[in-house]
């Protein structure tokens, strides 16, 4: 069995709780382009903003707002500005035990990226706010790797970064069905799905999800070798 060298982590509700902070931020950046939250055109837009949770934000926005390029960057830096807000207003703390999760794969050689949907001065904002500027070996938006999830270019740009050899030596983790999506497409050996965020455990097994864990706590155990963590537990 290859050995896991790289872990691929999301971020807001896999390492980060999100408790509502995605919607709050959400129905701000609509209202801003003219969508009243209670209208029928708002709740059928979170309902899609909730299916889509893990994919780029602006990607969301467009689909949205049908193509109209000026009206979803305007909605995504609305969006982008209440979220970052919110974050400066302390209402951002990590999933428990996820820095431990992340310290225990590093301490074992394995290095730790981490990633997202959101843009990256609101990746860099959440952060510096948990205290964790250094707490990875490589952080991504999807500025920085062409496209955003579902498809595998944040994974094979920290492939690529980080020097990894295959891979099938990768493993992934996310709360959303893109999440697992994402790792799927890039080869990686383990795309696992956590409960703590979006999406539930139908909604990841359906995706395809490898094992779903009741938290990213619970990876290192997978990744490391406990033969106790068997898929889908």
Same mark, same amino acid.
């Given at each position: 069995? +290859?050995? +896991? ?8 509700? +896999? ?115 948990l205290g964790w500027t250094s707490i990875a070996d490589l952080v991504l938006c999807p500025a920085d790797a062409g496209r955003g999830r ?57 995706a395809g999800a490898t094992h779903v864990l009741d938290s990213v706590r619970d990876l290192p155990a997978v990744v490391l070798g406990d033969?106790?963590? +068997?898929?889908?537990?």
């Open positions: 069995m +290859t050995r +896991t060298q790289l872990v691929v982590l999301d971020m807001a509700g +896999t390492t980060v709780a999100d408790d509502g902070l995605v919607v709050a931020a959400f129905t701000r950046a609509i209202a801003s382009v003219g969508v009243a939250e209670g209208s029928d055109d708002y709740a059928r837009m979170l309902a899609y903003v909730h299916d889509t949770m893990g994919e780029s934000k602006i990607s969301v926005f467009r689909a949205l707002l049908d193509q109209d390029e000026d009206r979803a960057q305007h909605a995504n830096a609305a969006f982008e500005a209440a979220y970052g807000d919110l974050v400066a207003g302390g209402a951002c703390a990590p999933v428990d035990g996820a820095e431990e999760a992340i310290a225990e794969l590093r301490t074992a050689g394995v290095k730790v990226a981490l990633t997202t949907g959101f843009g990256g001065d609101t990746q860099q904002a959440i952060l510096k706010a579902p498809y595998p270019d944040l994974v094979l740009t920290a492939v690529l970064r980080l020097g990894v050899d295959d891979v099938r030596a990768v493993a992934t983790a996310g709360d959303t069905a893109f999440d697992v999506l994402c790792g799927l497409r890039a080869g990686a050996s383990v795309a696992a799905g956590v409960l703590t965020g979006a999406h539930d455990r139908a909604a990841l097994e359906q033969p106790a963590a +068997t898929p889908g537990r």
